[in-house]
């Protein structure tokens, strides 16, 4: 099983990154897929995830409306838009699948991890 996170960088304050994660190894479609970030010093945050199919996600209140979680399953992808960056939210960001779904916003819930992406937002 193999979940491979891209897409970080440095981008200014107000500006945009596009995450993606690749899954392999296990059949994509029968996990939920979340994102965690975790800043230096800090414990590691839930960001979002997005359902089996697509069709229903959750954000907390911190990226609600800035972040938007999408997948294909066809390219065993899921993506992680960020928009209206701050510099907040400066952290390596992680991918992670879950088969049951049911506690999704807790990291001890997921089965795999994905190797994490650095996002670093200057002000």
């Known amino acids: 099983v193999q979940l491979q996170a891209s897409g970080g960088g440095l981008v200014q304050a107000g500006g945009s990154l596009r995450l993606s994660c690749v899954a392999s190894?296990?059949?994509?479609?029968?996990?939920?897929m979340g994102w965690f970030r975790q800043a230096p010093g800090k414990e590691r945050e839930f960001v979002g995830f997005?359902?089996?199919?697509?069709?229903?996600?959750y954000y907390p209140d911190s990226v609600r409306g800035r972040f938007t979680i999408s997948r294909d399953n066809a390219k065993n992808t899921v993506y992680l838009q960020m928009n209206s960056l701050k510099p907040e939210d400066t952290a390596v960001y992680y991918c992670?699948?879950?088969?049951?779904?049911?506690?999704?916003?807790?990291?001890?819930?997921?089965?795999?991890w994905g190797q994490g992406t650095l996002v670093t937002v200057s002000s």
């Open positions: 190894g296990y059949t994509f479609s029968n996990y939920v």
């Open positions: 992670a699948a879950d088969q049951r779904g049911d506690r999704v916003t807790d990291a001890a819930a997921y089965d795999y």
């Open positions: 997005i359902n089996w199919i697509g069709t229903n996600t």
